[in-house]
C-alpha cells in the first residue's frame, strides 16, 4: 500500500482551534517557501489549501503533500537536527503559529489525541518512504515512486516532470532515470505526454 489515509477528523478539531491563534496567508504563485527550519523551526504550520513540496536541505525532495498539512506540532518541545523547507508547487492558503501557543492550545483543549494521531500519521508516512526507498535498487526506488505519482491529482501530475522528480526524490542519475522511463514507455508500461506522467499499466516486478 503505497498511501496512508490522513486523520481528517482529527485535522479537523485542531484547525478549528489553532485557526483563530494563527497569521494567515493566502500564496498565489508557486515556488515560494513558506517555512525552513533554520529560520521558522518555533513555528507551527497549517496548509488548508494547495500543494507544496517537502525537502531536507536543499537538495533532496522528500515529496510532495497536498492539502490538508500540519507540521511542527512538535516543535516546542524539541529541537529538530535536520533541515526541512516547504515549498508551494500550486495556489495555498493556511496560516502560522508560535509552537508554544500551540501546544498551549492542545493543552488547554485537550487536543492530545488529535495531535498523537496527525504525529503518528506523519511518522507512518515518514516510515513508508523509507520503506520504499532505503536499500532498494534503482529500479524498485523508481517503480514505486512512479506508482505513487498515480495516486496524485491529475492536475498535480500535469505540472511535475517525471524525470526531475524521480532524480530529486531518491538522487539516481538523471541518465539512469532516463533509461529505465524510456524502457518502461517502448514497453507500454507506463505513458507520458511532454515529460509528465499520464498512466501507469501494470508495471514489471523486475528491470
Known amino acids: 500500500m503505497l498511501s496512508i489515509a490522513k486523520p481528517m477528523a482529527e485535522f479537523i ?5 489553532l485557526s483563530s491563534y494563527g497569521t494567515h496567508f493566502d500564496v498565489s504563485c508557486k ?4 517555512y525552513f527550519s533554520e529560520l521558522n523551526n518555533n513555528k507551527v504550520v497549517v496548509i488548508r489549501s494547495g500543494t507544496v513540496s517537502i525537502r531536507r536541505g536543499k537538495t533532496v525532495l522528500v515529496g510532495f503533500a497536498e492539502a490538508p498539512i500540519i507540521t511542527g506540532l512538535a516543535n516546542s518541545l524539541t529541537e529538530a537536527d535536520a533541515n526541512y523547507q516547504l515549498m508551494t508547487e500550486a495556489k495555498c492558503s493556511g496560516y502560522f503559529l508560535p509552537a508554544s501557543v500551540g501546544m498551549k492550545v492542545i493543552e488547554e483543549n485537550n487536543l492530545w489525541r488529535e495531535a498523537f494521531c496527525w504525529l503518528a500519521w506523519h511518522n507512518r ?18 517503480r ?3 506508482m505513487s ?7 498535480l501530475r ?4 517525471v524525470m526531475n522528480y524521480i532524480h530529486q526524490r531518491t538522487c539516481i542519475s538523471r541518465s539512469v532515470v532516463a533509461e529505465v ?5 517502448k514497453g507500454g508500461y507506463i505513458e507520458m505526454k511532454q515529460g509528465k506522467l499520464i498512466a501507469v499499466n501494470h ?5
Request: glycine share 4%; no cysteine.
Open 13 to 17: 478539531k485542531l484547525d478549528a482551534r
Open 31 to 34: 515556488k515560494q517557501v513558506l
Open 125 to 142: 508516512v515518514m516510515e513508508l518512504r523509507d520503506l520504499q526507498l532505503i536499500g532498494n535498487n534503482s529500479y524498485d526506488q523508481i
Open 144 to 146: 514505486v515512486t512512479l
Open 149 to 155: 505519482m498515480m495516486e496524485w491529482d491529475e492536475t
Open 158 to 161: 500535469k505540472r511535475v516532470g
Open 181 to 185: 522511463l524510456s524502457a518502461l514507455r
Open 203 to 207: 508495471l514489471p516486478a523486475e528491470y
